[in-house]
DNA sequence: CTCCTGGACGGTAACGTTTCCAACGTTTTA
DNA sequence: TAAAACGTTGGAAACGTTACCGTCCAGGAG
C-alpha cells in the first residue's frame, strides 16, 4: 500500500518571462515596469501591469540579488541574546525602519564565543546582505575590512576596523549616575561592573570622573568586576560588598540586569543603600522601592543606525564613518534618592 | 579640486571558477568538493580545499539558492512586537535552533493591520526562504496555500489554511488558573481578556470549564472584554470593576502586559484581591506582592516550531500537518493565594 | 524627400551556483 | 582479449533577473 504521498500542488510561481508572455511584451519591457517603469508607454505598462496581477507575479529577490552590484534588499543584524529587552528594543526598532525601506532584516544571534560571532557574520556576509548592522563583541573585527560590505556598529565600537558606530553616551551615564548620588552626600558608592566590554568601562570612567569633580576619592574596593554579566553574580557580589564592615551607603549598578541582582540581594539582607542603574526596564517603576535609573532612548539607537546603515548601502551617504553619540538621562524613582544615612536604618529583626 | 574618492577598494570575492583555476580542476569539482565531496577523488579534494582557503572563497548563497528547488538556506519568522518578551522568546529560541542547521532567520515584524502582515509575509517568500513561521494575526492566511512554502503558525493556528501549528495548553492554562482561585474559596473572579485573539478565547473556555466544574456560576460583568491589550487598557478596566458595589475578589489577567496594568490599578486603589497572571514576566517574583501565574515554556514553542519547520523544509517530515500543545503550570507566588476576605481588607487610610 | 534623432521595445548576455551528461581511464567480467 | 562497468572529471545548461545593445518606427530638420 505504498502509495505516493500527495505531496503538494506545488504551483509553479510565475517568472517574468510569464509576465511578458501574456502580456504579449519582451522580458525587458516587464522588467522596466516592475523597477519603476522609465521608458514604457502608459498603454503597454498598463498591459503588463495586468498581467502581473493576473497570473500574481511576484519579484524573485534571489535571482535580483544576483546580478552583479544588486546587493540583496536585506540587512543582517548579528547581536546578543534576544531576550535582554535591550536587544530587543534595537532589533525592533531597526526591523521597523528597514522595513519602510522594503529591507527585511537576517538577524544573527550569537551568546557564544567570538569565534561564534565571526562565523555567523560570514554566514551573513555570504547570503549577500546589503549592510551589516552589529553589536559586536570584543574580538577584531578586522575581517569585515574586505567583505565589501558596508557596516554600523551598534551600542560599543569594534577594534581592527573603521566604521559607523551609533551609541549611547556611556561616560555621561556614568557621571550622571554619581553626580546623582554624590549630591545627596552618599561617599561611598560602590560600582557594580558586567564583563569589560567597552561601554562598561565608559561608564565606570564617568563615574570616576564624577567624583574627582566632587572632590570625593574613589574606594577601589568598591570596584567591583563580575565574572559574569547575569543577576546571579550581581547578588552575590551585592550580599558580600553589604556584610563588609563598611558598606557602602550606595549602589551604581552598570546594566539593567544587574540591578535585578543587587536589589536581590538587598531584598535578603534588608537593607537599603541607594541604587541606581544603567538602562531602564520594564516595571521598574513597580518594584517596593521604585528604581531610579540613568536611561536613553534604545529604540533610537536602533533606528539611527539602521537609517544610517540604509544610506551608506544606497551610496547616499559617503562621508566618512560617523559617530552618532546618543545622550543619558536619569529618571528619578526613589531608590537612587535615598540619603546616606538611611543605609544604617537596618530594619529591626 | 574634484577628485575621484577612494570609495572602497571593493575586493571582488572569489567565486568557484576561480578556486577551480587556482586548484587546476573543473568547476563540477570545485562543487563537489564544496558540497560534501561525493565523487571525488581525495588527492583531487585536498586541492580544491587549498585553493578555497588560499582565496578564502565563500560560496555565493544566493547564487546557489537561484536553482530551481533549492530554497535559500533561511527560515522567516513573522510576529509582532519584538518588545514583548513573549515573541523575544520565540525567536530567540527558533534563532538557535535554525542557526544549528546553518539556517538564518529572517524577520518580519508586524504591528499594524492584517494587511501589512499579508504584505510583510509575501515580501519574505519572494525571498525564497525555506519557510515560515508564522504567529499570525487574525485574518485568512489562505494566501498561503499555494505559496509553495512549508509553513508552520507558533501560540496560535491561523484560519484557511491547514499547516502545522505549535501552540500551548490555553484552555488548560486557564482552567489551572481558575481552579486555583476556585479552590480557596473565590467565587467573584474576573477575567480582563486582550483582544479577541484564539488564545484568548480559550483561556477564557477554560475559565468557565473549572467554573462548571467546581459549580459556581460565572459573573458575566466580571468578563472584560479590553478594546487594546495593553496595560493602560487593563490598568482602566481594573480601577473600573474594582470600584463597583460589589467588586470581584480575584482577577486572572490572560496576558502579562494586562498583569501590569492590573497590579498598576490595584496599587493606585490600595485593594488586595487575588491575582493570577497568564505567561511568566521578568521580576514578577520581586514585585511588593509577588505575582503568581500560569506559565509554560516560550522558549520550547519556538524551538519546536523551529525544528518542525526544518523537518518540513528539508522533506524529512511528510506527515500530516502537526498540532504541538505545551502544558502550562501554576507557579505560586503570593499573589494568587490571597483568600477571599482578604479583598475587603482595604488599607485604611 | 531624405536623413537624422530619439523614444519604445525585443533580444541576449551576464551574475555564480548546481546538476546533468559526456568523456576518459581504469578495473572487472565474459 | 574485448567488452562492459565503474569511478572520476570537465563542460555546459539552467535558474530569474537586470543591463546593455540593437532595431524599429515616428516625427522633425535640412
Redesign the pocket.
Given at each position: 500500500m505504498s502509495e505516493t504521498f500527495p505531496t503538494k500542488p506545488e504551483v509553479a510561481r510565475p517568472?517574468?518571462?510569464d509576465v511578458a508572455r501574456r502580456a504579449?511584451?519582451?522580458?525587458?519591457?516587464v522588467?522596466r515596469v516592475?523597477?519603476g517603469g522609465h521608458?514604457?508607454?502608459d498603454?503597454?505598462a498598463q498591459r503588463v501591469r495586468a498581467a502581473i496581477d493576473e497570473l500574481g507575479f511576484q519579484?524573485?529577490e534571489v535571482?535580483?540579488a544576483?546580478?552583479?552590484g544588486?546587493k540583496s534588499t536585506s540587512l543582517a543584524l548579528v547581536l546578543g541574546d534576544l531576550t535582554n529587552p535591550f536587544y530587543a528594543s534595537i532589533a525592533k526598532a531597526s526591523l521597523e525602519i528597514a522595513g519602510q525601506s522594503g529591507f527585511a532584516v537576517v538577524l544573527g544571534s550569537v551568546d557564544e564565543d567570538p569565534e561564534g560571532e565571526k562565523r555567523a557574520i560570514q554566514e551573513l556576509v555570504s547570503r549577500q546582505v546589503a549592510g551589516l548592522m552589529i553589536v559586536p563583541d570584543q574580538g577584531d573585527h578586522a575581517f569585515l575590512e574586505g567583505a565589501g560590505v558596508p557596516v554600523v556598529f551598534v551600542d560599543r565600537p569594534a577594534t581592527g576596523i573603521e566604521a559607523d558606530i551609533v551609541m549611547v553616551d556611556n561616560e555621561g551615564g556614568g557621571r550622571i549616575a554619581a553626580e546623582h548620588l554624590l549630591s545627596q552626600g552618599h561617599e561611598r558608592i560602590a560600582i557594580i561592573l558586567a564583563p569589560s566590554y567597552y561601554t562598561i568601562g565608559r561608564r565606570l570612567r564617568g563615574f570616576r570622573r564624577a567624583h574627582r569633580a566632587a572632590g570625593v576619592e574613589v574606594d577601589e574596593s568598591l570596584v567591583i568586576q563580575l565574572p559574569e554579566g547575569n543577576a546571579e553574580a550581581a547578588e552575590k557580589a551585592t550580599r558580600e560588598v553589604m556584610l563588609r564592615p563598611d558598606p557602602p551607603t550606595a549602589i551604581f549598578a552598570s546594566t539593567n540586569f544587574l540591578v535585578e541582582g543587587v536589589l536581590r540581594a538587598l531584598g535578603e539582607l534588608d537593607q537599603d543603600p541607594a541604587v541606581v542603574g544603567f538602562d531602564d526596564f520594564r516595571l521598574a517603576d513597580m518594584l517596593p522601592t521604585p528604581v531610579t535609573v540613568v536611561a536613553s532612548d534604545i529604540a533610537e539607537l536602533g533606528r539611527r543606525a539602521a537609517r544610517l546603515l540604509l544610506d551608506r548601502a544606497s551610496g547616499a551617504d559617503t562621508r566618512p564613518p560617523q559617530r552618532i553619540v546618543l545622550p543619558c538621562a536619569l529618571i528619578e524613582r526613589g531608590s537612587g534618592e535615598r540619603p546616606p544615612d538611611s543605609a544604617a536604618n537596618r530594619n529591626p529583626r
Open positions: 517568472t517574468m518571462i504579449g511584451v519582451g522580458l525587458g519591457t522588467s516592475v523597477n521608458g514604457v508607454r498603454e503597454t519579484r524573485n535571482a535580483r544576483l546580478r552583479p544588486k
